[in-house]
């Protein structure tokens, strides 16, 4: 019988010739991933089950990316607490605080391969279904069960396809479409769908902006974001991966998948409004004031964000009264915007460049908004309070608009 990408892989992970959407697999996991924030209490959990040994020290990776370097006493505690646990379980894959955010350096160090069934304790998790993998966030005692079975139980979800067509005008990027599509269907659209990214607008996308759109699968309720495996697929993952892979693909007539028909060739430059990632407006319809710009995080911190801001900022200058926060999305990004100057541009311009780290997308630390202020921000979420005070507001956008808007000290439409 005709099948999706997710029900084929399920398939795969659980040793079972066929499962379809509505069944409860118990699946054996590829990778696990947790982090600084989220660690903690997946080891208390871990050792409360009491088993003594994780069941495959190799198949777990442990970022540092929340609160880094430390920001304050009980997260230097949660750090001492996460080494500890590294040590005593001989986990191959750690990161301490200068790697970078873990979903970026997951597929960039070669973690993710097409195929696998991926779990991390985090939503954002989604994001690795970009390469072809069924990847999804589970809470932090869940984890504690697969560090020590190595599997876990999922209900084997339906797929919404978004089956998207059309070229992108200039200046229009990935986040516009994801934007635009979680505007269209709602913050509950996809709720435990797996969410499917497909048509020639993405065949011609890149890997990275691939993941911009995977990455927020989650804001529509999706329980994956993936996208097909191709050759540039292969290239990403065979420049950085030695781990087998499966290609799965998903058969158009299986009845589980629902195909959502979107035209991108119109899009305009977009903004989720606060305080909700579906409150989408094309920017040309908001005029707005900013205080901070962040370029940053698991969405937009990559190098074609970085390259894209600092191509409509070099030699000007951010506007008085605004000021703007640019945090590469890893190590390896860090460097490469080095080598290329663009670190140069954004220091000249007036930004203030940070080490790899999650910083304010969560309102953690380098950089929070206060009382009546307003933020623009390249992340994926803009929820009340998500960069600070409570009293302020979050727009998102692509990196394009951030940069834009950082130089006029409002919303606008990159020129
Ligand atoms: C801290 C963590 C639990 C959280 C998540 O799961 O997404 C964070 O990364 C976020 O983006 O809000
Ligand atoms: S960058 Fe933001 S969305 Fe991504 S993992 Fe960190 S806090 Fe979560």
């Known amino acids: 019988m005709s099948k999706t990408m997710s029900e084929k892989i399920l398939a795969r992970a659980s040793g079972k010739k066929n499962v379809e959407a509505g069944d409860i697999v118990i699946a054996n996991i ?71 955010v873990c ?69 229009v990027y990935a986040k516009d479409v994801i934007l635009n599509i979680i505007g269209q269907v709602g913050a509950d659209g996809s709720t435990y769908k797996a969410c499917e990214f497909a048509g020639e607008t993405v065949s011609n996308m890149s890997v990275s902006d691939r993941m911009v759109l995977s990455n927020m699968a989650i804001e529509m309720g999706g329980k994956t974001g993936l996208v097909e495996p191709d050759e540039k697929t292969i290239e990403y993952v065979k420049a950085r991966s030695n781990k ?37 407006k094309p920017v040309s319809e908001v005029d707005v004031e900013i205080d901070q710009v962040f370029l940053g995080s698991c969405t937009n911190g990559r190098l074609s964000d970085l390259r894209d801001a600092a191509r409509i900022l070099k030699g000007k200058t951010i506007a008085k009264g605004t000021r703007m926060l640019v945090i590469p999305a890893s190590k390896e990004i860090y460097m490469k915007a080095l080598d290329e100057g663009l670190i140069k541009i954004f220091v000249e311009a007036g930004a203030l460049v940070s080490a790899p780290c999650c910083g304010p997308c969560l309102g953690g630390h380098t950089g929070l908004i206060g009382a009546g202020e307003v933020s623009l921000s390249t992340s994926n979420r803009n929820f009340k309070g998500r960069q600070g005070s409570p009293e302020g507001e979050v727009y998102l956008s692509s990196a394009a608009v951030a940069a834009a808007s950082a130089i006029e000290g409002k919303i606008v439409v990159p020129q």
């Open 30 to 100: 590829d990778v696990a991933m947790t982090h600084d924030l989220t660690g903690p209490l997946s080891v208390q959990s871990f050792n409360e089950i009491g088993t003594e040994k994780v069941w495959d020290p190799s198949k777990i990776v442990i970022p540092f990316d929340h609160q880094v370097p430390a920001d304050s006493i009980d997260s230097a505690t949660n750090h001492i607490i996460m080494r500890k646990f590294v040590e005593e379980q001989n986990i191959e894959n750690f990161y301490d605080v200068n790697a970078g």
């Open 103 to 171: 979903h970026q350096i997951l597929p960039e160090l070669g973690h993710v391969v097409p195929g696998e069934v991926i779990v991390g304790a985090d939503s954002h998790t989604c994001t690795h279904g970009a390469l072809g993998a069924f990847s999804t966030g589970i809470g932090s005692t869940d984890m504690a069960m697969v560090f020590s079975e190595g599997k876990l139980w999922f209900k084997v979800p339906e797929t919404n396809r978004f089956e998207i067509s059309g070229q992108l005008n200039d200046n």
């Open 244 to 280: 087998p892979y499966k290609l799965f693909k998903t058969d158009l007539d299986a009845p589980s998948l629902n195909i959502i028909d979107i035209d991108v060739s119109d899009l305009e430059p977009q903004v989720a409004c606060p305080h909700n990632v579906d409150n989408v």
